[in-house]
DNA sequence: GTATGCGTAACAATAAAAGTTACGCTTTAG
DNA sequence: CTAAAGCGTAACTTTTATTGTTACGCATAC
């Protein structure tokens, strides 16, 4: 399959939100992703329900961030997009009556569980205002490189 | 995608073998894990490359089991069979320039990589004779439920 | 009332695992 | 020596989820 990368994808876009401050269109946001505004559309549609972006329809629409990044982690995104689980441990389903696969599947879902709370822990640590800032800081030092060359 | 569940059937597979103690044929084992034998052959392959199984052709050939139970983890299944990454952190590849894009993957490599961790961590603890043991375990308990409809 | 923009349905494209068919090579049985 | 049993592989098709795309309805501002 092709790798799910929605996640990604829109703590990318929110701190392009926030650090920008306005109104950004569908159009706008797919050229950030390098795609189209359908698919911006339907990914930011869950953001919505969850009450993270705002959007309003007709001339001068857009989507709006209704909450700071400060106040939004990686792991309030991972819960607005996906209500299932994160990790899912590829069990086998071939004699689900065989003890040998009962247990086989119960141990992976164990370790498979183990991990995803370390993830789940860790994208609740992740605040998009750090990730932001990270950005920020990343841009200075490479701006200061490129100037390096004439002031050199 | 289908969900990968190599790991899953090579373990049961693997168990039944140390149980069974003998040769088995690919056909054998497809029945086992309700498939084909030319999927059992393509997964086996990595195994064989590991050397945790050998194979002989030829009428009387099939499969052993090279190790013992005691002597194998989940590990050691999972690196056999996947080179790559285990958790793949699902990056956008959108603008690799950009340095907010470049931000939030590196935030989410990051979390995926201390997931990961845990994950082999666990996959490690998991000897495969301590899984057979549980497969055995619930077996006779549930051996005993059905001879207690006689019983009483 | 027309251009702008969201909301959605309905499809095609893509990617990775799994399933399937076919055939070659090796080994044992007879 | 020949036939059957098995592995080894190549070359498909199928499956499943995301992503990409086209098309159209509805709302809003100018």
């Known amino acids: 399959m092709k790798r799910d990368s929605r996640l990604a994808r829109m703590i990318h876009v929110l701190i392009h939100m926030g650090l920008l401050g306005g109104r950004e269109t569908s159009e706008t946001i797919a050229k950030m992703l390098n795609t189209n505004p359908v698919v911006v559309r339907r990914t930011m549609a869950a953001l919505k329900r ?86 920020l800081s990343a841009d200075r030092q490479l701006t200061r490189h490129q100037d390096g060359r004439n002031d050199g």
Do not use: M, Y
């Open 50 to 135: 969850k009450g993270v972006v705002g959007s309003e329809g007709g001339r001068g629409g857009g989507w709006v961030l209704l909450r700071s990044l400060d106040d939004l982690t990686v792991l309030d995104i991972q819960k607005a997009l996906d209500e299932g689980e994160v990790l899912s441990a590829g069990v086998s389903d071939d004699h689900p009556a065989c003890p040998v696969e009962r247990a086989a599947n119960a141990a992976l879902v164990q370790a498979f569980d183990k991990a995803e709370s370390t993830l789940l822990d860790e994208f609740a640590k992740l605040r998009l205002s750090i990730i932001a800032e990270h950005a």
